[in-house]
């Protein structure tokens, strides 16, 4: 998530996900190990991420979450 530059982002982004981001990645026939494994935790992340807005060049504000989950008490 942090290093997109390196090969094996690089090499899983080619494979699994190549016209998207990881968040939009899904699990595919016949994945590896190791995929399976990235997914479950993207599902777990995915609970408390959201976006750094900074100058809002990379942001997409109708399907990237950028506003937290408000628990409700």
Known sequence: ???ETSLLAKL???KYHPHGSL?????GYRSSFTWASILEAKRILEEGCMWSIGDGRVVDIKRDR????????
């Not at 968040?23 to 699990?27: D, H, P, V």
């Not at 950028?66 to 008490?73: D, F, L, T, Y």
């Open 23 to 27: 968040w939009e990645a899904l699990k």
């Open 1 to 3: 998530m942090t290093k």
């Open 12 to 14: 899983m982004k080619s």
């Open 66 to 73: 950028w506003i937290p989950k408000i628990p409700r008490g």
